[in-house]
């Protein structure tokens, strides 16, 4: 499989810049992956497409403002960090604009110097250790000071950070949101679950690798990148209880569905654990779990295009999104919805 299988033409003006004023407002484009047959939607009428006894699996993780605007202690110079994840209390995995200027040892300051940092180790992809010192709680600090690191192609500034948050946000710790949970409010949720759904929750903290480009002409010599995750052993009998049952396995967003997959054995139950996924779904990929999944619409030649193709066919998802183009569909983080089963 070549790179260019999964290239689309996208206008520009199509890229959502900003969410709608309500969330579940969003268009809903539906997918029949055997088919390939479209029709279309709002999302709050997604509650239509989901049957009492299923399981609405949702990733709960909560963005954190990663996005660090600051100076080096030297000469002033202007410096953006970017946390990746954390290394341990003080100590965190960070991308640097621009990168040349931090050899180890280097020293930068934030805000008016409440937060400092050292370059401890350079690490793969030119990739820093970091070690912060500050006084007081560091996720405090980090509020007052940090930003929402969007996505490259949202240029708009966010005016409300809880915009880039889904509802149900709990455990700190990505760099990026699982876009298609921003489309639910908790009156929908709640909704779904009085309707006979089970809504389970998981996490994976997404990292900025989501959006790293594919840089190799052949995908399988792609390497991916990890993420942690959790399922607790509760999530997991609720989500195998129902599966026992006959109810369809519904994956909110690429990050549940590969988190499910990851902790999935071939017998299509899953097991309560935590650690590092670096799972690559691509076409020819069996699913072990994931009967239907909701998803946005993703960058061409993506990792999370490939994950869609795997699992309603390359064709029938890049018809789709021809359709969505020609429909005018809104892309990416901010944009519309697609719920394919």
Known sequence: MKLKDFYYHLPQELIAQEPLSDRQMSRLMLVNKKTGQVSHDIFKNIIEYLNPGDCLVLNDTRVIPARLYGTKEDTGGKIEFVLLHQISKDEWEVILKPGRRAKVGSRFVFGNGELQA??????????????????????????????MPLPHYITKK??????????????????AAPTAGLHFTRELLEEIKQKGVEVV???????????????????LEHKMHSEFYIISDEAAKRINTCRQSGGRIIAVGTTSCRTLETAAGQDGFVVGSSGWTDIFIYPGYQFKIVDALITNFHL???????????????????????TAVNEKYRFFSFGDAMLIV
């Open 118 to 147: 050292e370059i401890k180790k350079i690490v793969n992809d030119g990739n820093r250790i970091v070690k912060f010192e500050y006084d007081g709680i560091f996720e405090e600090v980090l509020d007052r000071l940090g930003e």
């Open 158 to 175: 966010l005016e409300d950070k809880e915009r880039y948050q889904t509802v149900y946000s709990k455990h700190k710790g990505s760099a």
């Open 201 to 219: 929750f998981i996490t994976l903290h997404v990292g900025l690798g989501t959006f790293r480009p594919v840089k190799v002409e052949n995908i």
């Open 300 to 322: 061409p030649e993506s990792t999370l295009l490939m994950l869609v193709s795997a699992f309603a066919g390359r064709e029938n998802i890049l018809d789709a999104y021809n």
